[in-house]
């Protein structure tokens, strides 16, 4: 065939019907067809077939209303999106669409209308895509989105809200509003310095904690706070960057507790603990003395009244006797409860194992804690001041050695477990146990669930360890019953190793031997 000079000669290959018909026929991931004026199929390609489900002999020829749920045909969608395309040009529309076994999915669907050359509508070109994992993970997404604003907004013992890069507030929870004051409408868009009492905004905190907040991933910061009324309130604040994939910053999450109660609660011990001390010192300046007379006098009266106190008369100056030693050592315990409270603490890396070993030595001395059964489970390393710990051990293990005393087959437990990033220490011994009724008076001064004269003490040891406990920041309690012993447990914080690999543990066969 020749080819005069001007005609275009190349990619006539290309630029075939037959051509198109392949790249049609090629796409899997669309459904491209076309409909005739009147919204019937007239072509149909590999990849509606894959995604509708019908064979071109099962569709070509049928409405396209075919593909609308039953409710969208009697709405009369069909028929409104043919209109739309024919007048428009292009209709596009998000649905649900049906599939030939009845399953529905969703539809991202555009249609085009096709002209003749005159500009009537001859047909319409019809693409279809299946947008149903996109629409899953958008509603899977709001879904979560919606779940963590009802959890957030569910929260009413702190403010938690969004500032934006400069510090305005972007959002507002009911537990904000509950806390600090203001309703919603009112702060969104104010800056949050209006939060802080004047020296603090004057002096620029808390443009310092954004900063600090930016340069550490996260500050926290217990201060006063101002709420809308004028009124003062202690809160624990945590502000941390939040920033999108890219790292660009979006602003600051805020998070704000109301501890306005446990402050004056802490001030409240502060002052009850000045107050005791001043009342130990009272007591033992006033008290010793008179203590120190009778105690003398007792020793003195056998020696100058010879020969003239019967046996009667001479075990009642031993009561005398031992009576003043015991208001000593009242007075003392009650000294060494009040220097607690204002004694400096060291915090350092401890073994327990160490701390129980020695506890232990020191308790297999008397010969009354001889035979009792003791095992301790491995120990690990916790984060507090050794000889206050050790002072917890001497108290909690000694009462367990105590309170079995003279009971069958004396066994006392040691161990512990580690639940979330603490570690729960427990002893427990087979004694003669105590009611759950009055486990409240355990850890008070001077409170004993059993007779002074069958279990000796000072009445104050676990009232010290309670109040050691408290200072680590853990907590103490205790659970028994009569006559089956009791457990006693105390948590302390935890540190990154354990103590297994540099410090051997005390065995059950270690502990009868000591004892």
């Given amino acids: ?183 919603a409408e009112a702060i969104i868009g104010q800056h949050f310095s209006q939060f802080y009492p004047s020296d603090d905004a004057a002096q620029g905190k808390p443009a310092w904690e954004l900063q600090q907040a930016l340069a550490e991933g996260r500050h926290e910061d217990e201060g006063w706070r101002i709420r809308k009324d004028g009124s003062r309130f202690w809160a624990n604040v945590v502000i941390a960057p939040v920033r999108d994939a890219h790292g660009a910053l979006l602003g600051f999450a805020k998070v704000t507790r109301d501890l306005t109660r446990r402050r004056r609660d802490e001030e409240s011990l502060a002052q009850a603990n000045a107050e005791l001390e001043k009342f130990s010192y009272s007591v033992s300046h006033d008290l010793r003395a008179p203590l120190r007379a009778i105690s003398g006098y007792a020793e003195l009266l056998p020696r100058e009244q010879a020969g003239r106190l019967d046996e009667e008369g001479l075990r009642h100056l031993r009561v005398i006797r031992d009576s003043a030693a015991q208001g000593g050592e009242l007075i003392d315990a009650l000294l060494k409860f009040s220097r607690l409270g204002r004694q400096a603490m060291t915090r350092v890396e401890v073994d327990l194992t160490t701390v129980v070993r020695h506890v232990l030595d020191e308790l297999q001395q008397p010969e009354e804690h001889r035979g009792v059964e003791v095992v301790v489970a491995p120990l690990p390393l916790v984060t507090g001041d050794p000889a206050l710990l050790r002072m917890v051990f001497a108290n909690l293990v000694g009462n367990a050695f ?26 427990r011994d087979n004694g003669v146990g105590f009611d759950m009724r009055f486990a409240e008076k355990l850890f008070g001064v001077f409170q004993r669930l059993h007779r002074a004269d069958e279990f000796e003490g000072s009445g104050v040891g676990l009232a010290l360890a309670q109040r050691i406990v408290q200072r680590h920041g853990g907590r103490i309690w205790a659970d028994g019953k009569p006559n089956q012993g009791a457990t006693f447990y105390f948590t302390i914080p935890a540190t990154a190793r354990r103590a297994d690999d540099h410090a051997p543990t005390p065995t059950t066969a270690d502990a009868k031997k000591a004892h």
């Fill in 1 to 183: 065939m020749l080819i005069s000079r001007g005609e275009p000669a190349h990619h006539t290959a290309l630029e075939t019907p037959d051509t198109f018909r392949r790249l049609v026929d090629g796409i899997e991931d669309f459904a491209i067809y076309m409909l005739d004026g009147g919204g019937r199929v007239a072509t149909w390609n590999p990849g509606a077939q894959r995604l509708k489900g019908y064979r071109p002999e099962e569709i070509i020829g049928r409405p396209y209303a075919t593909f609308f749920p039953p409710e969208a045909v009697a709405a009369g969608r069909p028929a409104r999106l043919l209109a739309i395309a024919a007048r428009e040009g292009r209709a596009e529309d998000e649905g649900w669409r049906v599939r030939k076994d009845g399953s529905r999915f969703w539809a991202d669907a555009i249609m085009t209308a096709l002209r003749d050359a005159g500009g009537a509508v001859i047909g319409f070109a019809k693409v279809t895509r299946d947008m149903t994992a996109q629409r899953q993970a958008q509603q899977a997404l709001r879904e979560s989105e919606e779940r963590f604003r009802l959890l957030v907004d569910a929260v009413k013992d702190y403010a938690i809200f969004m500032l934006d890069p400069d510090g305005r507030v972007m959002s507002w929870t009911p537990g904000a509003e509950r806390i600090i004051g203001y309703r």
């Fill in 402 to 427: 105590k309170f079995s005393r003279g009971r069958p087959n004396r066994r006392v437990a040691i161990g512990t477990e580690l639940r979330e990033g603490e570690v729960v220490c427990y002893i």
